[in-house]
């Protein structure tokens, strides 16, 4: 059975991508009003010395991809596919046989 968040909850691991400073050390999901949110943590050492959790709730951003330039084909590396359609369709062919219809 897997894990299903309820409202409130919140779940929270180590970042192993952390390539700067900046990075979180820690990130997760929480659920608040029904709605999923990213948590990200940071460690941080009080004036005393005890270190202690620094924190920020965010909607998740989409990530997006920079193809370039879609009218220049020098600069746009979104991948074109191309297919071939048939010219004309002769006849429609149903897959269910006309007599299993429940009808």
């Not at 059975?1 to 409130?8: I, L």
């Not at 990075?23 to 005890?50: F, Q």
Request: hydrophobic residues 30%; aromatic residues 10%.
């Amino acid at each position: 059975m897997a894990y299903e968040m309820k409202e409130g909850d919140f779940s929270l691991f180590k970042n192993t991508k952390k390539t700067e400073e900046s990075h979180p050390d820690y990130t997760g999901k929480c659920m608040v009003n029904s709605k999923e949110l990213r948590v990200a943590a940071w460690i941080k050492k009080g004036e005393s010395g005890l270190a202690f959790f620094s924190g920020r709730i965010s909607e998740f951003q989409h990530k997006t991809e920079n193809i370039g330039d879609p009218l220049n084909p020098e600069t746009n590396s979104a991948k074109i596919y191309e297919t071939q359609i048939p010219a004309q369709v002769d006849e429609f062919t149903n897959p269910i046989p006309e007599d299993d219809l429940p009808f």
